[in-house]
């Protein structure tokens, strides 16, 4: 299963007509549905003859009418998956109070279906906006194998795990950009946002150790392109040149030696990120006025 099956939410696929026809009892998509009865659990809802027609269990509409009713997105979510393919005539009946995977897919194994739950919202988001167009995507050979579906869910699981991570990332960001004081920027080096931070991988420190930090390296690595090295050769004697500054830091010790000490682990990080990524983007803070 790769991101390339992964199609978005289908709208009604005109071959698929021909598929369900045998068991839709005799009704058609343009409005010579059979009336339902008004005490069916799907009268009145969107294409409620067609939703009745694949549940033939008569246990069946009742249960997902509790359902709909407590969360409507049930019903849009079974009518994406009708119209995808994988929503096929069946007689299952869902459990009284857990609206399984089985709504949009009757063969799913029951303990990958009871995994969600569509009355709850998260189950819900994911199911909608990665797990059913995965399923879609899948159709053919998910109907030939249904075990298939235990793949799919746990991919779709991970992306979305990973697309929550990186709202997260991207929400703390924007507040820490704009929680910054008046005097301090946005600082990028070689593809790593080092300020404002947002993380403590690199440790704790200052606005004011990050810019001793940066325009340290950039004093450095300006004199050194001189002679044309390239960006890990540079990166290399940078790290050399300062290291004694470090021991100096050690043999001296206190609050100062703790500061300093922060300003040159930040030096070398910034070595490390070159070697890294050596186009990476950069915007460092900009340098001071030096007169003379």
């Known amino acids: 299963m790769t991101t390339d099956n992964i199609a978005a939410m289908p709208t009604p696929m005109h071959g698929l007509a021909a598929e ?3 068991v839709l009892l005799r009704e058609s998509r343009d409005g010579d549905h059979r009336k339902l009865d008004r005490r069916s659990s799907f009268y009145g809802w969107p294409r409620g003859a067609e939703i009745a027609a694949v549940f033939q269990s008569t246990d069946t509409p009742y249960r997902i009418g509790r359902f709909v009713r407590a969360e409507p997105e049930i019903w849009e979510l079974m009518l994406a998956a009708l119209d995808g393919g994988v929503l ?3 007689r299952r009946v869902p459990a009284f109070d857990h609206a399984s995977l089985r709504l949009l897919f009757a ?3 029951m303990a990958i279906a009871n995994r969600f739950n569509l009355l709850n919202e ?3 988001a994911l199911v909608r906006d990665s797990l059913l167009p995965a399923m879609i995507a899948d159709r053919r050979a998910l109907l030939k194998d249904p075990s298939r579906l235990a ?5 779709c699981q991970r992306e979305h795990l990973a697309t929550q991570r990186q709202a997260r990332h991207e929400e703390s960001v924007r507040h820490a950009l704009a929680s910054m004081p008046i005097g301090q920027v946005e600082v ?4 790593d946002r080092l300020w404002p931070r947002t993380h403590d991988r690199y440790g704790s420190y200052s606005f004011e150790q990050l810019t001793a930090a940066v325009w340290t390296f950039r004093e450095f690595d300006t004199a050194l392109c001189v002679g044309h090295r ?3 050769s540079r990166a290399i004697l940078i790290r050399h040149a300062t290291k004694f500054l470090n021991e100096y830091c050690y043999r001296i010790g206190g609050e100062a030696a703790d500061g ?3 300003v040159l682990r930040l030096v070398h990080l910034i070595t490390t990120l070159v070697e890294r990524a050596p186009d990476g983007d950069c915007r460092p803070m900009p340098a001071p006025a030096i007169d003379g």
């Open 20 to 22: 369900i026809s045998k």
């Open 88 to 90: 096929l005539p069946n």
């Open 107 to 109: 063969d799913a194994p």
């Open 122 to 124: 998260p189950d819900r």
């Open 151 to 155: 793949r799919i869910v746990n991919h």
């Open 188 to 191: 990028i080096m070689y593809g």
């Open 230 to 232: 390239e960006a890990r």
């Open 260 to 262: 300093m000490r922060m």
